[in-house]
């Protein structure tokens, strides 16, 4: 019964996504044949696969549910509505979303939860109206406020300094970079401006092209900011490549998998992360919980497994824990984890 159901579930999905779409599955043992689809922004993303492997062990761990990590080949919303659209056809119990577009994803959410599926997102917020809750990493005051010091420390507070983003939609890094904009108010960095923010679109070849025009556009530059993991490792490598280290410095947010050499060759001095096995657990411990009959109404706490409980605001949003800081004291071992 169980192997019918893989090979069903597989086919609907190349039927109704398309080879331009394809569909990774986890499938773990079912017991009441509850599935949970984590839908991310794009496939081939070392972040998000890390998340995956969180969500695998919460389901392992609570027993009765299969994960269903899928996405589309592109961080795009049109592509990301088509991979939900094939998601509620298949009557999923639960979508956990990372949105390539908080508003676009809203019809297709409500049209899930309509038919009875649990909707939450984490990294990237679905619009309130589409989901029931939004976990984030951390507070994003402090990730945002996070970014800017670690750049001013290594800066020592003085020179130009520009932002590579992810897409100009995604609702993570604009609040980051809004966040952002509140800590740099501050008198601390009066000698260190930001001249400008550019989008790499979470690609690498277009993240890098964009490092290499920051520093075209921008002779003075000496610090960049990337939250999100693509673009800083992408950025990093540009600096490597472009003969600029120790002339121009990048940080953010990156996995010390893919940023531990570029920490070594002195490209980026301090960079940080939440670990993303554990931000993938804890999406999915919330969600077991909403399948089983909890609440995530405001003001309430919501349980996380091994990652304790996490009290939902009047906006509907929860933080998980803080970020953590790697540099070249710590980045070789945590390497090894993620």
Not at 50 to 67: L, Q, V, Y
Not at 109 to 133: H, L, N, T, W, Y
Request: hydrophobic share 40%.
């Amino acid at each position: 019964m169980q192997k019918t159901r893989r090979q069903a579930l597989k086919l609907a999905a190349a039927g109704a996504l398309g080879a331009t779409l394809p569909m990774s599955v986890i499938t773990l043992a079912l017991a009441d044949g509850k599935r949970i689809a984590m839908v991310v922004k794009n496939l081939g993303n070392t972040y998000f696969d890390a998340c995956a492997n969180g969500a695998k062990e919460a389901a392992k761990e609570a027993g009765g549910f299969e994960i269903i990590y899928t996405a589309s080949t592109k961080p795009t919303a049109e592509e990301q509505i088509q991979v939900l659209d094939a998601l509620v056809a298949q009557k999923v119990d639960g979508l956990i979303i990372s949105a390539n577009d908080p508003n676009a994803l809203v019809p297709v959410c409500k049209k899930a939860m309509q038919r009875g599926a649990k909707v939450i997102s984490f990294d990237s917020a679905v619009a309130p109206e589409g989901r029931i809750m939004h976990l984030n990493a951390s507070s994003t005051p402090l990730i945002g406020a996070k970014q800017v010091q670690m750049i001013a420390k290594t800066l020592g507070g003085k020179g130009e300094v520009a932002i590579l983003s992810a897409a100009s939609t995604m609702t993570n890094q604009n609040s980051w970079i809004e966040a952002m904009k509140e800590e740099w108010k501050k008198p601390d960095y009066k000698d260190m401006p930001l001249v400008g923010i550019v989008y790499g679109d979470d690609q690498d070849d277009k993240s890098y092209r964009e490092m290499q025009g920051l520093v075209k556009s921008h002779p003075n530059l000496k610090g960049v900011i990337s939250p999100t993991t693509i673009g800083i490792r992408s950025g990093a490598k540009a600096i490597v490549d472009g003969g600029l280290v120790g002339k121009v410095f990048i940080t953010g947010l990156g996995l010390p998998s893919e940023m531990k050499d570029y920490v070594l060759k002195g490209a980026c001095d301090t960079f940080a992360i939440w670990n993303p096995v554990d931000y993938g657990y804890a999406s999915t411990m919330i969600m077991i919980g909403l399948l089983n009959g909890g609440d995530a109404k405001p003001g309430s706490s919501v349980k996380m497994g091994r990652m304790g409980e996490t009290k939902i605001g009047d906006d509907g949003q929860a933080a998980m824990a803080e970020p953590f800081v790697f540099d070249k004291s710590n980045v070789e071992q945590f390497a090894k984890i993620f």
